[in-house]
């Protein structure tokens, strides 16, 4: 997922004259806890990844009705966090979505309540991510053989500075953006590829 103001003090998401804000940071727990479906975590993944889309068209990745993805994108709607896209629309009955910003980012700890709000978003991202990994074990053998072994796991520990932390995640983020922008639009022989990024500095119980 892309990275999410508060609902009530948000500012519109569209600048003058219909560009998008380039970023959206939620503090509101109540709008941090409301990403927490997994149909929304869909729906922010696609549009936030670059795509309009209609509402039957994401309902075709989460196995809901058309009408249960319509209640879904509109309260992401109401936080503004998507928004319709009337310039996309072929005719008066397609409506598409996409995101009303170019990055979503969950930035304040600072309350008990944003703690907890983050938390229940972080098991719900972890969850999803859980998920893929085990439909790709569970399927590899069936896949064509070029898609056999593509899965990669890496994790590590290293003793690093806050500078060197920050260069890190850019570093990444710089490394992985070329393909998420090449993956908007799908293209013969490609497919979904879930992709994922964290860099967590641990807390001893001494908070240090």
């Known amino acids: 997922m892309a990275r999410t ?5 948000m500012p519109p998401a569209r600048r003058p004259g219909g560009r998008r804000r380039s970023q959206i940071t939620l503090e509101d727990p109540r709008a941090i806890r409301a990403l927490s479906h997994p149909a929304r975590l869909t729906v922010i993944d696609e549009l936030y990844g670059g795509r309009v889309a209609t509402s039957t068209e994401l309902a075709e990745l989460t196995g ?5 993805m319509s209640y879904h994108l509109r309260a992401l709607a109401d936080l503004g966090i998507v928004e319709r896209d009337e310039s996309a629309a072929a005719d008066g009955r397609a409506r598409p979505w996409r995101a009303a910003a170019r990055a979503l980012n969950v930035a ?3 309350t008990r309540a944003q703690r907890a709000a983050v938390t229940l978003l972080g098991g719900a991202l972890l969850d999803a991510q859980r998920a893929d990994l085990h439909a790709y074990v569970a399927g590899e053998s069936t896949l ?3 898609w056999r072994g593509k899965v990669g796991l890496d994790t590590g520990t290293a003793y690093l500075t806050a500078a060197e932390t920050e260069q890190l995640l850019t570093a990444l983020h710089a ?3 070329p393909f998420q922008r090449l993956g908007r639009r799908r293209r013969e022989g490609t497919r979904r590829v879930r992709t994922s990024l ?3 500095p641990i807390v001893d119980q001494g908070g240090s």
Do not use: F, Q
């Open 5 to 9: 103001a508060p609902s009530g003090r």
């Open 108 to 110: 304040s700890l600072a």
């Open 144 to 146: 064509p053989a070029e």
């Open 175 to 177: 490394a992985a953006e």
């Open 198 to 200: 964290m860099v967590v």
């Open 64 to 68: 809901l009705t058309p009408s249960a």
